[in-house]
């Protein structure tokens, strides 16, 4: 698909995450892969209120997140897309980066390096799950503000759990990725819709 | 009501219940009586995104689950289907199953083998009630994947509990039915309702 | 302002209140006065979805009840409208009864005959409160099926307590007010809001 | 920008903010500098309905709180739009004031003068902040009905904090602004993200 059609289908998810309050204020950030060889990337650029994203806010980047169309100043976590892209291959297509609530929240409190999702239903619309009876672990990254640097630790992560459908910055939000954008909304759906479900449950005191 | 007829307003519902978060991903199935002798269902295919649900994406089955019109995968859920409009006769027309946050919890937390809800005057929106001084029981059955061999079981359950207006699976959702769409989709909202009062309710400690 | 007037701004305001989730299923009914002498209501008829909710499914009545212009069952809960429109007078020309998640639990949960809302800056939206430091009384009654009986009971309450702007039923939902529909859908707005935030206070147990 | 076009703006953020709940009934109030020399606000009128809200009713005042274009009667907390965009000249191009439901509970339940927001990457929203690792110290100030008195008592606080991008109205809401109303809009957003984010964390006992 060429760049301009990419774009208008990233502003479209972009104003659906921000609509169901998963990419406020200028939060969250939304690529799709234009070509391969060379890797080439349209991605939403820095700062723009995604209730109103446009295609004319996306921008085309290369593998060292250089605009190459467009104009505007790709996202400062251009460097993550780029690494997804790289080390999934064909099943990362597009790359999708919210803040939610609830994956604020988990990531926050989860004492581990990662968040066990596990027996859900809800996990079977993951790419490449056939049942409910699946444990999915999400990484957990600590935060930071130098990306570029911590492109190593990403794809180190990544190498390490190749099943992994996502994983959560603590405090930040939820990176996943999808063969295109629509299979990677969904999963975007499906992620926040069990941390929703394990959120609420550990706030329950089941008092009757 | 002609299959036509039928898949514009199923599409309708679908992207209704999407937009309430019962439907995401691509979770979520939804049917209507199309012809009783033979009997014929509309119903969604696999895998569709509910919030973009249309006609196209609903096809009509034989009592078997075979595509007599339309094209597309029947959902995988489809016995179930078949099973409730075959046990319930008039008072199935449309079935309705949908995959939320309260109903999700309350199935996985709940020890017994169904939810009891009581007293509540949303209850009377449910087909035949007639007062909020009604226990409803709502049976839950655990999940599989292998629903056509689970079939006999959800027979056995609709046959024992003749008054249930639905039944949960654990981890999963809720499947109800009425008399038409309209009803259907009347008693997803009450129960949704109802899953979400006492879900809240179980999860509060009373502080002042 | 004519009954077919009326009729289009009450189904206006009853497919806000069903977007907001407050009469979900066929739940909440809605009034406004078209004549003081005689008493006539416009008013909803009984079984109808809010969130399609069109002037043809409003109906006038009479004092007694009687439909007088309009088709259709008018809600089994029109006598409450008259004995408020009757008790209030130029303060209740319009009327409007939710059902909400959270009129639902605190109704349920209070050991009182009502509930005490006091100290919020929210309050100043009622009719006639002109600070913070404002103490709102909302009784609440028991629920019944019969409604014509328990007329006098209302009445009562209405008259011990003429400074409330409403009153709950228990496990079932909100009555209040105001001299037009526009100021009673604001008190709505706001009642809806107090109980929100008290209910989600009474849950929380601040742990940091 | 004019004034008209600036009353056309205002209105379509205090639609948006009724939309998300955070300007139910009447509640909330939303300005603009039309000029600094002499100071002139775009401000809504008090008692309208966010839900509705048109440019006719926005007026323009001037440092006094007095209508200088447009009817209506500007909001009752004028005087604290007024003694923000004094305060924080160019930083405070529009002045948003928003009541929702966590901004209510957070500042009713804090024993301290403020509210602490720290370690979220959601803060880097708010203007002039560059990374996570920031601390955030929300003023609460008690609520008064003499605003016009409490004006030393605000402008004192926004002296003490010169870098605080917002304060809390204890039980009645935010003050955030921004230099236009873009900016001031996203600030709204990223603090009720956090409010929400902070005020569920205190609610949950994380159990498991």
Redesign the interface.
């Known amino acids: 698909m060429a760049f301009a059609e990419l774009a208008v289908r990233i502003a479209d998810v972009g104003r ?1 995450c921000y609509a169901r ?1 998963w990419a ?4 969250g950030n939304f690529s799709a892969v234009v070509s391969r060889d060379p890797l080439r990337l349209a991605i939403t650029t820095s700062g723009v ?1 995604k ?1 109103l994203l446009s295609p004319g806010e996306i921008v085309e980047i290369d593998e060292r997140g250089q605009v190459v169309a467009g104009s505007g100043k790709p996202s400062a976590e251009a460097s993550l897309h780029v690494a997804i892209v790289r080390a999934r291959g064909a099943g990362a297509g597009a790359v999708l980066h919210t ?1 939610s ?1 609830w994956s ?2 988990l990531s ?2 989860a004492p581990e390096s990662g968040l066990a999702i596990e ?4 996990l079977k ?1 993951l790419d490449g799950v ?4 699946h444990r999915e672990w999400l990484p957990i990254l600590d ?1 930071t ?1 130098d990306w570029a640097s911590a492109v190593p630790r990403v794809e180190a992560i990544l190498q390490e759990q190749p099943q992994a459908h996502g994983f959560l ?1 603590r ?3 939820l990176y996943t990725w999808g063969r295109d954008l ?1 299979e990677a ?3 975007v ?2 992620l ?2 069990l941390f ?2 394990m ?10």
């Open positions: 659906q309050g406020l204020g200028t939060s209120d209730g803040h609530i604020t929240i926050d409190n027996g859900y239903e809800m619309g056939r049942t409910h009876d935060n503000q910055i405090r930040h939000g629509a909304k969904r999963q759906e499906i926040e819709f929703e479900v959120g609420r449950k550990r706030g329950m005191t089941w008092q009757r």
